[in-house]
């Protein structure tokens, strides 16, 4: 009897032993990705999306807003040194012409699809959301084909869709000019009946009206979105593309309607900014991951220099960045600053959800 009461006293000690040294992996710095920025240079509205064998993959804006290209790597900090692949290039006339900007790269039922925003080659601003398609396991092989416009409910400035699936339902979130409200884009949510389709009419949650969201211009796009500790977080990007650009966020109960605009809280100040003490300037257009051990890492883009000369939208120096996000004690994301370039951003408490 006292041998078998020590043996499942070692036992209890031994599994007791091991799940701490689990959690304390989990926890530790030195498991997460030592993330130096910035990560790609002179790529802009950066999404990173991770496919279900961990590999990483990131689309952006080029300076020349010529064409999709990709990029393949087995870390977030590989994708700086990865080979891009150009899966798309604009079209010499017509529709999808100019302007190419903003792609997201989702893998949904078994295909891959391509959002992006594009002007018409004979009137540049005259720019629309399209989508392509590709059934090739690897992105960056197989044929990419054009799905044509992503049809929002009226024609009008629309640009930097992204998509997402909460409790059995798919859903397009994007930006767009509403003739009838003073500014340049509102956030708008739909849901969707098939990747290209929405079945249910736009619903706007957001129009830019607080200070901080009107320098330059109103704006309020480029949304992203995580779920996390009940609630549902869709981060956007106001104001116009310098130094003024931040990001702000809107907060609903993962339980509530979120097609009901009332379901979602906006943010009185902005969440993630411009900071002279690490020289980073116009931070957002983000979108956000994970590293290999779970913890939520923001990619966003931002200069590394205040003033621009001319427009800010032929200024090449946009990079994109990355830094893990911390969670308060309240279960909501604290995204701090933008860490300085070459500084290893910190990756101590991001396990803790």
Known sequence: MRARAVARALLATLVVTSACARASVSASPHAHERLVNPIVRQRADPHVSRDSSGRYYLAATVPEYDRIELRSAPTIQALGAATPVVVWRKHATGAMGSHIWAPELHRIDGKWYIYFAAGAADSVWNIRIYALENASADPLRGEWVEKGQVRTGWESFALDAT???????????????????????????APMRDPTTLSGPAVRLSKPELPWEIVGYWVNEGPAVLIRHGRVFLTYSASATDANYCMGMLVAS????????RSWTKSAQPVFRSSAATGQWGPGHNSFTVDAGGADVMVYHARSYRDIAGDPLHDPNRHTRAQYVRWRADGTPDFGEPVADGIAAPATGVAER
């Open 163 to 189: 998509t997402f699936v909460h409790r059995g339902t798919r859903y397009l979130l994007w930006a767009q000019k509403d003739p009838a409200i003073r500014g340049n884009t509102n956030l708008y949510i």
């Open 254 to 261: 993962d339980t509530s309607d979120l097609l009901d605009p």
